[in-house]
């Protein structure tokens, strides 16, 4: 096999691999008679099958199989011989002409056309310096989280009193709505449960109700946003008769250990404890968000190597498709911020080389430092996911196990996570407390881009 090296441009390897059809030849036949010795012929003993009998009957068929060993044998070498690590499957271009099989006596010749990755010398990650916001939650925000769900674990009384409906109260109605006079796919429903200034329906909608008693019956006209969920609504009027049959309001609770014990705590005293805890929770994976923002910033302005021009081109063709979508719809200013089409297309470019360029350099630590994702990760993972559907567990499992490519999705944010932490740990990371407005104001735009 002679294998040589036609182009070597940065990242970019072409070779032209030959293989003499003497070597090919003696490959297949040797091939053939190692199939005709386990094979029963008509006419023939077992194993006594001529070789030219063998030929005519299996020829085509093994030959198929050693060219295509051969060729992922002659690309192997070609990657492992100049020592490259393939950004992306290799492209294999044919010069021999295969139509009808290889031609007697001649030599099978075809292109390997590689780009590598590149390599990449992480800097001393000692000699990063970042700043981890901390939060300590204030008490008039637990106190309010513990006002919540005592009003969550407050009964609800039938009101008995002649009066209106009021924010808070929860009505039970009929309702019907229509758009231009027509009713509409999910207009209508019977014995639907709405609590007034909850803002779980339209806009518009919950305020209308304020003030009307049992048996009455309002037309309550509102717009769907533009941005509806349901496209085809977006924008549009609609009129929805609304019946209302019971008002019910919540029977006050006191803030005591005897509410705590009706949401599962055993006095308030932990009930408060545990609302701080998740509090804190909060506050700390919005703190990490930032200082992960900061970290890729950091890392992405300190390393500079040459990206896969093919690994770029597949990421921003995913994110562009995304973006073409987004356009098409009711977001589409939003999205577009008076920018062209080329406009656009330049920053989302962008974005796809500083997503590649910080992959291949968390993927490079991880190599270099036997960072690996292990079985208990992925079983974490996955309980994660199933979480995500309750009741749905077996769906979810049954779903990744039939599908590996989709839990190998998973490795990826694993295997991330992961190596940050290690860096972090490297890393100089000095804390400073700040107040909730401020954490929150520093974390605009950060999980959107990461």
């Not at 297949?28 to 005709?36: C, F, M, N, Q, R």
């Amino acid at each position: 096999m002679q294998i040589t090296e036609t182009l070597a441009d940065g990242l970019k390897h072409d070779f032209r691999v030959v293989v003499p059809a003497d070597d090919l030849r003696a490959e297949i036949d040797s091939k053939l008679v190692e199939y005709g010795a386990s094979m029963r012929l008509p006419g023939f003993r077992p194993g006594k099958a001529p070789l030219k009998i063998l030929r005519q009957r299996f020829g085509r068929a093994v030959e198929g199989e050693i060219l295509e060993a051969t060729i992922n044998r002659g690309t192997q070498q070609a990657v492992e011989g100049k020592g490259l690590r393939p950004a992306v499957t290799p492209q294999i271009d044919m010069i021999s002409d295969l139509a009808n099989g290889l031609p007697a006596g001649a030599d099978l010749e075809y292109t390997v056309s590689i780009e590598a990755l590149p390599d990449i010398e992480p800097i001393d990650f000692a000699s990063l310096e970042l700043e981890r916001l901390e939060v300590e939650p204030a008490d008039e925000t637990v106190e309010e989280q513990i006002g919540l769900i005592a009003k969550n674990a407050a009964d609800l009384v039938l009101v008995e009193d002649d009066r209106g409906a009021a924010e808070g109260d929860t009505l039970t109605i009929d309702f019907e709505g229509r758009i231009d006079g027509e009713a509409f796919a999910g207009s209508a429903a019977e014995d639907y449960e709405i609590e007034l200034g909850s803002g779980e329906f339209i806009p518009g909608f919950e305020h209308q109700l304020i003030g009307a008693r049992p048996g009455e019956t309002r037309d309550v006209e509102v717009s769907f946003p533009e941005d509806y969920n349901a496209a085809h609504l977006g924008g549009k009027t609609a009129v929805f008769s609304v019946e209302i049959k019971e008002i019910r309001e919540r029977q006050p609770v006191d803030l005591d250990d005897e509410m705590a014990k009706r949401v599962g705590f055993d006095g308030l005293a932990e009930l408060r404890q545990s609302v701080i805890d998740r509090i804190k929770g909060d506050y700390a994976r919005v703190s990490r968000m930032i200082v992960k923002r900061q970290l890729f910033d950091r890392l992405e302005e300190r390393h500079d190597f040459p990206l896969p021009n093919s690994m770029v081109d597949r990421e921003f063709d995913s994110i562009w498709r995304e973006v073409e979508t987004r356009l098409q719809g009711p977001s589409q200013e939003e999205v577009r911020e008076g920018k062209t089409d080329d406009e656009l297309r330049e920053e989302y470019r962008k974005l796809a080389e500083r997503r590649i360029r910080l992959g291949l350099l968390l993927a490079e630590v991880g190599r270099q430092n036997n960072i690996e994702v292990g079985q208990e990760d992925l079983q974490r993972a996955l309980a994660g996911q199933m979480m995500r559907f309750p009741g749905q567990g077996r769906v979810v499992m049954d779903f990744y196990q039939k599908n590996p490519s989709a839990l190998s999705q998973l490795e990826g944010p694993i295997l991330e996570n992961k190596v940050v932490d290690f860096i972090l740990e490297l890393a100089r990371v000095r804390a400073r407390e700040v107040s909730a407005e401020e954490l929150t104001a520093a974390s605009e735009g950060v999980s959107e881009e990461e």
